[in-house]
């Protein structure tokens, strides 16, 4: 079924031409980890093919404009195609344009290809059409006709090819369909350090106000899996920060958001290059790129 056409701030977008390819395809080499005989790990990647190869210094490939160097000492490599994201926003989206930004300055293995939204005049859906990023209206409601419904998003989704989406200050809560369509590939942030502060009506100056109301020391931003409900998924990783006793909410959503930008910007590194690893127990862990022998 073809989708239907959103507003006409939006670039027009249909389920016909997405699914054609938006843009070559392209590769990185990056160290495979090794194996651990206490630790079974699985590797959360759809798009690697093995380059057995022993070298002291490896070079790699990171597109057809710059080269990086790898990490010696592993006996082999894996080829990773470059990730496309989309990023879901309901405001200004300050983490969507950093990580946008690592993705134009070649930092991170991947491109930002689609901006979903649930407002179309949002500063997030702005700084998407000013840099030429598709905006999808999302969901579709009584209010918003224009948007897709959830079997038209993932079907635009999957014509944009994208391999994860992040959310980043989106509001809504993610049907259980785009969970089930992308499996352990949707990321949150959350301006606190989950499980504490987290739930339905907790989100923006909220969190920060109920932080410093509970007498709480130490606050900060945690990306963790989307599932089915607000703020629930399993942790992936968080970044601590004090609270101050003479802090107000505004000057504490200031020191949490400035690590929001690093944090989130050094996972969706680590997702780009593969480096995300499920323990037995269901718990995601980080490869260090340095040191494949350590997990964060």
Known sequence: METQSLTSQFRTISAKPILQKIRNTSFASFIKPPKFDHLKIHHHSMHVSQRVRAQNRLVCRYNVRKDVVCLPEEDSLVEVKR??????VSGGGSNFRSIHDAAVQESLYGDVVVLVT???DCGGAEYARKNNIPVILFPKTSNVPDGLSTSDLVTALRGFEVDFILLAGYLKLIPVELIRAYHRSIL???PSL???FGGKGYYGMKVHKAVIASGARYSGPTVHY???HFDTGRIL???VVPVLASDTAEELAARVLREEHQ???EVTKALCED???WRDDGVPLIQSRENPKEYS
């Open 226 to 228: 989307v599932d089915e």
């Open 275 to 277: 480096r995300i690893i």
């Open 194 to 196: 989950l499980p504490a």
């Open 118 to 120: 649930n407002k179309h």
């Open 188 to 190: 949150n942030i959350h």
């Open 237 to 239: 990783a968080q970044r």
């Open 83 to 88: 990730k496309k994201l989309a990023v879901f």
């Open 263 to 265: 944090l989130y910007v």
